[in-house]
């Protein structure tokens, strides 16, 4: 790229301001003292740890890059269970509400060490800052010190270094998106905006901006960087994941509820609203009202609200730069408002805004102004605006960086309201009429969502606060056990854990590794633990039954117990006969069918899920090793009654898994659950009357918790 492209940006005459010796030496002061904190505490801390988010890339791309089959890296134990075989010692693994894309951009490093490409991608993170800030040099007028001291006040970025994370990244994108946009390079900056999409889905807000500025070319752009980063993915991690993306985590995640919808620490609109309108016996008992078709209303309500201005305030036949940079730092702010699980380090990204703030306020000799909106961004960045425990409507006063943000949003929209021309006032109509459209559909989809999501919590088994997700539910007897992944428990480690239910009393094992599945019969009862590689242990005795086996399920005598073995992500159905020792354990599925749950009938019979390329399937092996595909459409989680005379299963119908029964012998089915959520994993009890399952019914997107229904006379 010729050195002329990196020229200032032509700007309309300022007189130069004369800064005071003393306020210089004291803003350089400043940003020598903030870079020596994070050379000594930030940098050498990220260097040593591997945390948070940044384990979750790796161990997604270090299944591309071992090839291993990544189409379920959305489930969590499956992940889970990726992440302790790689010898990754974070306590959770998790990809959800993540995209592909952003697991992709660590594949480069995936085939170093983890704390390797933790110290590699620091580092490329460290080089990205002087591109960040030579190019919002080159936007506009600012001085380098003062670019440098929006930078090193900014503690998000400390955080997004520490954490490995990618916001660094995204500001680069974006940061490029818009220079480009101001060199009138708009195709180009659309491409450049669809990258940012790929990583975080909020930058697509910069489409409708193009349509509002009614720029084709950079919508265009947009459109096709779009499709082309899609197919990139869609290359890298198969059809499978990104289907499984689009229809069962995104709708989730634009309603906030891909991760605990309850929990302060997203200081979100969503999160606000759950907590003040929706009652969820175990996460949220005390809401300020139960109302929930308060929270379908007032979400999209508040969203476009919040949207609104910087979509209206923009006006499309003005070209100038300190118009384009106010348009840009108002949907910027806007986009972070409206995100439904914004973490302290998406704020690296006010860097923008700020830029193009201090340069617009210093034009008008209102330097003094900047303070406050310094102070004001760095209070969101930081860790100061911690969030609350309300109950109630105190939770409206426990989420103090959401109304900051909304304060800084408004500071935008009043700089662009200064810059209003009455001139095109008119041009908003059609754009009202579009935003009012769109708040009416999410309006009744939000209500069409509701309809009986919250009638079964009076079949909810009761479990206590601390365990976030009960699953893999089985039963023996008058005991109910199952896989939960605990939290703020003191004699274990977070991490899923086998517990049973007994009498209303709950009991963990003390184990210190991963426990990720178990199943019990008569006079058994088996788990799965999870370390550099799966064992199935009896719990009775604590001695391994099987080595190198995953997700066990026992015949209801006990006899048999049918396991997996995985073969770069792919596994396959085997049996084991518990009572002698002596035979050995043998495949019962052949290679092409990627297994996923089993369940055993009666006589013997293995009726299993596999993925497949039009999605998972339902099969049964039947004793004498011929195996039938069973006509259900998309299906997982057998299980087949003790009597042998009904399967349960879940069947995907619009990106929810309603669970089904259906006569072994017969054709008769009935569905047995009707809401917008998941219902899955069921068990019978021993009298095959009664099922205990799964369900995520007003929770996080697969953070189930345990039912009880009777099914059958």
Request: proline share 6%.
């Amino acid at each position: 790229m010729p050195l002329s492209v990196m020229q200032e940006i032509p700007s309309a005459a300022i007189p130069p301001v004369r800064t005071a010796r003393w306020r210089v030496a004291a803003e350089w002061a400043l940003i020598v003292l903030l870079a020596a904190y994070m050379g000594a505490k930030t940098l050498p801390h990220a260097w040593h740890t591997a945390n948070t988010d940044f384990p979750n890339y790796y161990v997604t791309a270090r299944l591309l890059h071992a090839h291993i089959n990544p189409a379920r890296a959305y489930e969590w134990i499956w992940l889970q269970r990726q992440k302790d075989h790689l010898g990754v010692t974070q306590p959770f693994a998790q990809l959800v509400p993540l995209t592909p894309l952003s697991a992709l951009v660590m594949w480069p490093l995936a085939g170093m060490g983890i704390l390797a490409a933790k110290h590699a991608w620091v580092i490329l993170n460290l080089l990205m800052l002087p591109c960040i800030a030579a190019m919002l040099r080159s936007m506009g007028r600012l001085p380098w010190r003062h670019i440098a001291l929006i930078m090193t006040l900014n503690y998000a970025l400390y955080r997004n270094l520490l954490y490995g994370q990618y916001y660094i990244l995204l500001l680069l994108v974006m940061t490029l998106a818009c220079w480009l946009y101001l060199r009138k390079w708009p195709f180009t900056a659309g491409i450049a905006i669809a990258i940012g999409f790929g990583l975080k889905l909020f930058p697509a807000l910069f489409l409708i901006y193009f349509l509002r500025k009614k720029d084709w070319r950079a919508f265009f752009g947009g459109v096709v960087g779009c499709a082309s980063v899609v197919t990139v993915s869609i290359a890298a991690f198969g059809l499978e994941l990104h289907r499984m993306y689009l229809l069962q985590v995104l709708p989730w995640a634009l309603r906030g509820e891909a991760l605990d919808p309850y929990n302060f620490s997203a200081s979100s609109i969503a999160t606000l609203l759950h907590r003040l309108f929706i009652f969820e016996p175990q996460l949220n008992p005390h809401p300020a009202m139960a109302a929930p078709w308060l929270f379908a209303v007032l979400h999209p309500l508040s969203q476009t609200a919040v949207l609104a201005p910087a979509l209206l305030l923009t006006v499309p036949k003005d070209r100038s730069r300190r118009q384009l940079q106010m348009e840009w730092a108002a949907l910027l702010l806007a986009g972070l408002a409206i995100s439904t699980l914004p973490a302290s380090y998406h704020f690296v990204l006010l860097i923008i805004p700020l830029c193009f703030f201090w340069e617009a306020l210093g034009g008008q000799k209102r330097h003094w102004a900047i303070v406050p909106v310094l102070l004001l961004a760095m209070l969101i960045a930081s860790p100061a605006l911690t969030a609350g425990t309300g109950q109630g409507w105190h939770a409206l006063f426990a989420v103090p960086r959401l109304y900051a943000l909304l304060l800084l949003c408004g500071i935008s929209y009043a700089l662009l309201w200064q810059r209003k021309n009455p001139q095109v006032l008119h041009d908003i109509i059609p754009w009202v009429v579009a935003l009012a459209c769109a708040l009416l559909f999410g309006i009744l989809s939000g209500l069409r969502h509701q309809r009986g999501l919250y009638a079964d919590y009076g079949a909810r088994i009761a479990l206590p606060a601390d365990v976030l997700m009960a699953t893999n539910p089985a039963v023996q007897g008058g005991r109910v056990s199952f896989v939960g992944l605990v939290s703020r428990v003191s004699t274990l480690r977070d991490g899923y854990h086998v517990a049973a239910l007994q009498n209303g009393a709950v009991k963990f094992r003390n184990n210190s590794s991963d426990e990720l599945m178990q199943t019990a019969a008569t006079d058994g009862w088996w788990v799965e633990q999870a370390d550099k590689e799966s064992s199935v242990l009896r719990v009775e005795s604590g001695e391994e039954e099987i080595a190198q086996a995953e997700s066990p399920v026992a015949s209801s005598d006990g006899r048999w117990l049918a396991f997996l073995r995985e073969d770069h992500g792919r596994a396959r159905a085997w049996l084991h006969e518990v009572k002698n020792s002596g035979h050995e354990d043998f495949a019962v599925t052949p290679p092409e069918f990627d297994v996923m749950e089993m369940s055993f009938a009666p006589d013997g019979a293995l009726v299993f899920s596999a993925l497949s390329e039009s999605g998972p399937r339902l099969y049964i092996h039947h004793t004498g090793g011929r195996v039938d595909g069973l006509p259900f459409g998309e299906a997982r989680y057998p299980a087949v009654s003790h009597d042998g005379n009904w399967l349960a299963y879940s069947r995907l119908e619009h990106g929810i898994w309603h669970l089904w029964l259906r006569e072994m012998h017969g054709d008769k089915e009935k569905r047995l659950s009707e809401a917008g959520c998941n219902v899955m994993e069921p068990a019978w009890t021993e009298d095959s009357k009664t099922l205990v399952y799964a369900s995520d019914c007003g929770r996080a997107l697969w953070f189930t918790a345990l039912y009880r229904l009777q099914v059958t006379p």
